[in-house]
């Protein structure tokens, strides 16, 4: 550049008044800029108002991307060059998301990528990458790759991106607005074409997180901190919950039953993890590392100085399975191991178990199990029914408590005339149920008949029915 013109771009820079940018055509990769045009309200002597603009003049600086070299006299990139200071601020600072890389030259921070004009850093994340070539664009943001992202067609505003701009596509019932030259009957016959679009997307087990202005990347979500379960949701089985020993910190962790061993998938414990010892099995509460005994295997040995055989031990490690506790069972649904219930102890109820289920060892919480009263026993005493009832298995691994059982009750023992019997005299008083005796006593002159045997008297017992046994006529002697 010329002494006289390098004069007149020193000048230029924030000094000469510039009304629009061709002012600054003089400074290359500079534009004027200028306050907001005001508007000043000016009132006649009719006291009626007029507006009149205000004509505001701006100052030539470097465009977007570019700073002032002081000893060049000249706007220029920011990116790809020396890092150095220019207005008294690191020159990187003119590019928002640009650092000064270990070899002083200004590049894009992390999660950032350098636009084609070498002018501006741009968003990785979510921004439009190739179908042909799935990685390149994500390269720079790392554990991420390019996928489809399905958009929501239902929703009042829809974005699509395409590769030049995005375009913004409003509700019917209200005005469409398009930020590219393509017409909206253009656009809404595409719509169904671009619903879906290459983007770049952290790999599953990572979320997108800006640290800050300059660092942008994917973390994974197992450890993230976090206030609800929506944000653990980009691995499946991920809930958020407080740390050890802190209910104010909370992180996305695996649920209980589920474990990580690489930080990208929580997967179900049960049956599923190898374990080496009951602490593998943490995870999955009331379980217990169940494995094979160890296993010796013998080698012999052939010392070369001497001829006698010794015998060496070596002990092979056996990998287990994570089972639940005695007296627990794992639920499915659940993806925990619960307290089991064994069978109720009859104990003096007088119930007996349903002869189908007896023989289970352990049953699930809400199973119902089916009881009644042994023979000759009702639940009322005052009913001669053979009903059945149920039980339930609780949370607390016990059955709710059985429901006792009464004698049946015969009554009291009644006999017509016809049937020639005196009395019936109970053995124990007031004592008419079950297995209870009495002596039935004929009329004088009259006799049980029993083939060979005359008796005056015979006995008869409450039977499990909750009826006497059968009472015979007594006859006169002689017939």
Avoid at 323 to 352: Q, R
Wanted: aromatic share 8%.
């Amino acid at each position: 550049m010329a002494p006289h013109n390098i004069f007149k771009s020193a000048q230029l820079y924030k000094k000469r008044n510039c009304s629009d940018d061709t002012s600054c055509s003089k400074l290359q990769h500079s534009v004027c800029v200028k306050p907001a045009r005001t508007t000043v309200a000016m009132t006649s002597i009719a006291s009626t108002e007029s507006s009149s603009s205000q004509i505001i003049y701006g100052k030539c600086e470097c465009d977007s991307g570019y700073y002032y070299n002081n000893s060049q006299f000249a706007c220029q990139k920011v990116l790809r060059n020396n890092c150095g200071v220019s207005d008294g601020a690191n020159t990187c600072s003119y590019v928002q998301h640009a650092i000064c890389a270990e070899n002083k030259t200004c590049v894009c921070g992390p999660g950032f990528e350098i636009n084609a004009q070498n002018t501006s850093c741009n968003e990785v994340h979510k921004s439009t990458c190739s179908p042909q070539n799935q990685h390149f664009g994500c390269l720079f943001l790392p554990n991420s790759i390019c996928t489809i992202e399905t958009k929501n067609s239902g929703s009042s505003l829809i974005t699509v991106r395409y590769h030049s701009s995005s375009t913004f596509l409003s509700s019917p019932s209200t005005k469409t607005t398009a930020t590219t030259t393509t017409t909206t009957s253009a656009i809404t016959s595409q719509l169904s074409d671009e619903a879906e679009s290459f983007t770049c997307l952290c790999k599953h087990g990572y979320y997108y997180l800006q640290l800050n202005e300059t660092h942008a990347a994917c973390e994974p979500v197992l450890g993230r901190p976090c206030d609800n379960d929506q944000q653990c949701s980009g691995i499946i089985n991920a809930v958020c919950k407080g740390m050890l020993h802190s209910t104010t910190v909370k992180r996305c962790f695996c649920a209980n039953g589920f474990d990580s061993s690489n930080q990208l998938f929580c997967f179900e414990v049960y049956r599923n993890k190898n374990c080496s010892n009951d602490t593998s099995c943490s995870s999955l509460q009331h379980s217990r590392c169940v494995r094979p005994v160890s296993t010796t295997v013998k080698t012999t040995s052939i010392p070369s100085t001497k001829t006698i055989l010794t015998e060496t031990s070596i002990s092979q490690i056996i990998y287990g399975k994570c089972e639940c506790d005695s007296g627990y069972y794992y639920n499915n649904s659940k993806f925990a191991c619960k307290k089991g219930c064994n069978l109720p102890d009859v104990g003096n109820t007088l119930t007996v178990i349903e002869s189908s289920q007896a023989n289970d060892n352990l049953f699930k919480q809400g199973f119902v199990l089916n009881y009644k009263c042994k023979e000759g026993y009702v639940f009322d005493n005052n009913s001669t029914n053979h009903v059945i009832k149920n039980t339930t298995c609780l949370f607390d691994g016990t059955f709710q408590q059985l429901k006792s059982c009464y004698k049946k009750d015969c009554h009291k023992p009644e006999h017509a005339p016809s049937e020639n019997i005196q009395s019936i005299n109970l053995t124990q008083k007031n004592e008419t149920t079950y297995k209870a005796n009495a002596t039935v006593i004929c009329l004088p002159g009259y006799v049980y008949p029993n083939g060979s045997s005359r008796k005056t008297q015979y006995n008869i017992s409450c039977t499990s029915k909750g009826t006497w046994e059968i009472k015979y006529n007594c006859v006169k002697i002689g017939l």
